[in-house]
């Protein structure tokens, strides 16, 4: 996401450098098929199963990161309190989608529209805190819901365009039940890029996101320090764990009554974030607790 210390000008080579490292949200080791079925989703949990206990996280889950090509391809896999019930029809309706979208702080807009196919997150990504919506860059998402079964959930998004000349954006969600009330789930995520589009990355990361980390931890240093990834797999680390944590929030705030949703949300979505002060810290709490009630409050009608 858009770091606060390094501010774009206007419509400048930064603002879109910036784009770009916001824009990768995942984590995967391997670029394989999206998605699947109850039996192959069972098979990772069982995969994941002590890296979930023991990564480090505050929370169960791991982050994957790969770049292949000129794709960038990401998976988050998470174990949560949530039952598996709630997670099914909270992330099979576009409109919830569009709710938690908008809590990381780049994400200004998310509005469900209908599209020739069916219905379509029309999004703003910005390239400062600050942007109006009405200048950010569009990303329209068409919404599909795949499966929606007692043992297995799966719903997609897809964009064939986007900002910058990326492009092919893929978001798989998928869950199953586990024992206890908890559910297992995984979200998925990959585009592509052409030329421009990784210069500007790699000046991004050369320059204001030179010192930006992921999670992954690849050395220690002399006092037993942990050193993180860089680059591009840290920038989609980062974006991966914000975006769990939109998901995490969104679902949190489920057993509240209505009118009490928003805040805790929003105010759950940060204090989670500055558990990793090193990779997410960006801003103080009231700063982006206004920042939030602004879009959400700009959501509700169209631009």
Not at 50 to 64: C, E, F, K, M, V
Not at 100 to 110: D, E, R
Request: proline share 5%; with cysteine; charged share 25%.
């Amino acid at each position: 996401m858009l770091s606060f210390r390094c501010r774009p000008m206007g419509v400048s080579l930064l603002g879109h450098m910036t784009v770009l490292a916001l824009l990768a949200l995942g984590g995967l080791a391997s670029s394989g098929a999206f998605a699947g079925d109850a039996a192959s989703l069972r098979a990772r949990d069982g995969e994941v199963k002590n890296a979930l206990r023991n990564n480090g996280l505050h929370h169960s889950l791991t982050i994957q990161s790969v770049e292949a090509g000129d794709t960038l391809r990401g998976k988050v896999s998470a174990v949560r309190e949530h039952p598996y019930e709630t997670v099914r029809v909270a992330l099979r309706d576009p409109a919830n989608w569009c709710d938690l979208m908008v809590l990381p702080f780049n994400n200004k807009y998310c509005r469900v529209t209908q599209g020739a196919g069916g219905p379509v997150l029309a999004m703003r990504i910005g390239r400062r805190y600050d942007q109006p919506p009405e200048q950010a860059f569009a990303l329209d998402f068409a919404f599909r819901k795949v499966a929606d079964a007692p043992d297995y959930f799966e719903s997609r998004l897809q964009a064939d365009d986007g900002p910058l000349g990326t492009r092919d954006y893929r978001i798989v969600v998928s869950a199953i039940a586990l024992d206890g009330g908890r559910t297992f789930f995984e979200l998925d995520y990959a585009y592509s890029f052409g030329v421009a589009g990784r210069t500007m990355m790699k000046l991004y990361l050369a320059t204001a996101g030179a010192r930006r980390v992921g999670f992954t931890v690849v050395g220690r240093t002399s006092d037993g320090q942990p050193q993180y990834i860089g680059g591009v797999r840290g920038a989609v680390e980062r974006s991966a764990m914000r975006h769990y944590l939109a998901v995490d929030a969104y679902l949190g705030s489920l057993a509240l009554p209505p009118e009490r949703r928003i805040e805790r949300r929003i105010g759950q979505w940060f204090d989670a974030s500055e558990a990793y002060p090193r990779q997410l810290h960006e801003m103080d709490r009231e700063a982006y607790l206004n920042l939030k009630r602004q879009d959400i409050e700009r959501q509700r009608r169209p631009l």
